[in-house]
């Protein structure tokens, strides 16, 4: 099993949809988790952050179930910009402090 | 302005020829990190380091070195011994627990 896990998608969805990706992740005791985005042939960005008690960034909703083991990522009202491929990030625990692992991505393609 | 900055962007070298990728950053971070992207594939870790001298392997280490010598550089050479060196390298930065701030990349083609 892969350490970290993740539909590769592609997701087609029309502008104003909502879409949800979930990322699930092996170890129980990782530590922090993230998303990234990634355009096209560019370096991922940092999207947010995802916290225990989840959280959100005007569109965009990250929340952790560490019962079941997944991060997800919730994107309402879709815009045509939107479309990337979104990166889950898990940070390994304190036995192998500093290892972030990514997933392999979910590309979403928005339509008009 | 604070960042990281990676060199070149695009690299052209033949096979059996050995290529240092650079890698600097001015955020003052602890820790870097060397990744390798392929087509439609995720980031896989190449090496990594927490402090100044000290570094490692990551998960693809093999046919890859590095060196921290200072904090700012964090550089890696990609040897011969790579079998398949054609890649998108991306260079990151952290500060503890804080997210990954990434490079531009470099695209290096080996043929």
């Known amino acids: 099993r892969k350490e970290v896990e993740q539909d590769p998608g592609p997701f087609n969805v029309p502008e104003g949809a909502t879409v949800a990706f979930n990322c699930t992740y092996s170890?129980?005791?990782?530590?922090?988790f993230f998303w990234y985005r990634q355009d096209c042939r560019k370096e991922p960005k940092l999207l947010m952050s995802?916290?225990?008690s989840g959280n959100e960034d005007g569109r965009f909703t990250a929340q952790l179930n560490r019962a079941s083991q997944y991060i997800s990522l919730l994107i309402r009202d879709s815009k045509l910009s939107d479309s990337a491929t979104y990166l889950c990030v898990v940070n390994l625990p304190s036995s192998n402090t500093g290892k972030l692992i990514f997933g392999q991505g979910t590309t979403l393609q928005v339509k008009p | 302005d604070g960042g990281i900055t990676q060199s070149p962007k695009y690299l052209f070298r033949k096979e059996g020829q050995n290529v240092t990728l650079s890698c600097e950053q001015n955020?003052?971070?602890?820790?870097m990190y060397w990744y390798r992207q392929d087509p439609g594939q995720g980031l896989r870790l190449i090496y990594y380091s927490q402090i100044v001298n000290d570094f490692q392997k990551g998960d693809i280490a093999e046919g890859y070195s590095v060196s921290r010598e200072k904090k700012e550089s964090f550089p890696l050479t990609v040897t011969s011994a790579q079998k398949n060196p054609t890649a998108f390298y991306l260079c990151?930065?952290?500060?503890?627990?804080?997210?990954?701030?990434f490079g531009n990349g470099t695209r290096l083609t080996v043929t």
């Open positions: 990151a930065s952290r500060e503890r627990t804080s997210p990954l701030h």
């Open positions: 170890n129980s005791a990782s530590q922090s």
């Open positions: 955020l003052n971070h602890d820790a």
């Open positions: 995802v916290y225990s």
